[in-house]
């Protein structure tokens, strides 16, 4: 049989080792780092067969444009007539001051937001 599969021995002695502890001819459990997306997140994964590194690689190319929220002159009016009110602020006094912003993502065009904080 070995001649006509052409397998090695110890091949087929685990094979045929591990379909008497099974019962079957399929791969059993393996352990390993667990999988860190769930089966209704792969559906919306483009090319699964990337590694962590490529996929880093090609969001760090500059392969894509940078996008800047747009503001409307009523905001920037506010903007600059809040800057003008505290000119005189110190550096210790900006110190205090904690600037946050929060964005809104949608992610493939669902409703899936995701908020980011800064």
Known sequence: ???????????????????TETGANSDRKRSGRPK??????DKFLCDTQLTGQQLQAQLNS?????????LRCQNKTKSLSWAMKHH???????????????????????SRRIFVCR
């Open 88 to 110: 005189h602020w110190t550096t210790e006094v900006w110190k205090k001051v904690l600037r946050t912003d929060q964005s809104k993502f949608e992610i493939f065009g669902s």
């Open 36 to 41: 860190a997306t769930t089966e209704p997140e």
């Open 62 to 70: 500059g392969g894509s444009k940078q996008v800047s929220a747009l």
């Open 1 to 19: 049989m070995l001649t006509e599969t052409n397998c090695k021995e110890s091949q087929s002695v685990s094979d045929s080792k591990g379909h």
